[in-house]
C-alpha cells in the first residue's frame, strides 16, 4: 500500500497540529463550548484554538453553533465525518476499522 492510499495518513493530514488532536478527543463525550474547551488545553492560546477550531470547522470536523446573539455562547460538536476519525488508540482503528472514512 502507498503511503497516499492509507487511511489513517488521511486521518493525519486533517488533525495534525499541536491541540487538534486533544480538541477531538475532548469532543468525543459530547457538546462543548469554547470555555469548556480551553479547560482541555490550557497551554494553548486562545488565538492559537481559536485558528485550529476554524480549521476543523473547514474541513468538516466539527460544527460551531452559535447561541443567541452573543458571540461568547458558541457551541462546538464533532461531525459525523468527525466521530470517524476516534480511532482506538491501542488497534489505530475505529469499530469498522475505516479511519478518516465516512460510514
Known amino acids: 500500500m502507498r503511503l497516499s492510499e492509507c487511511p489513517v495518513r488521511a486521518t493525519i493530514d486533517v488533525i495534525e497540529g499541536k491541540w487538534k488532536p486533544i480538541v477531538v478527543n475532548a469532543l468525543k463525550p459530547g457538546t462543548l463550548r469554547f470555555g469548556?474547551?480551553?479547560?482541555?488545553?490550557?497551554?494553548?492560546?486562545?488565538?492559537?484554538?481559536?485558528?485550529?477550531l476554524r480549521e476543523l470547522e473547514k474541513d468538516q470536523i466539527i460544527t460551531r453553533k452559535v447561541l443567541g446573539q452573543r458571540w461568547e455562547r458558541v457551541e462546538y460538536a464533532l461531525t459525523p465525518y468527525g466521530r470517524t476519525l476516534g480511532a482506538d488508540s491501542r488497534t489505530g482503528s475505529d469499530t469498522n476499522g475505516e479511519v478518516g472514512q465516512e460510514a
Do not use: D, F, N
Open 36 to 52: 469548556q474547551l480551553r479547560r482541555h488545553v490550557p497551554e494553548a492560546t486562545r488565538k492559537v484554538l481559536t485558528e485550529q
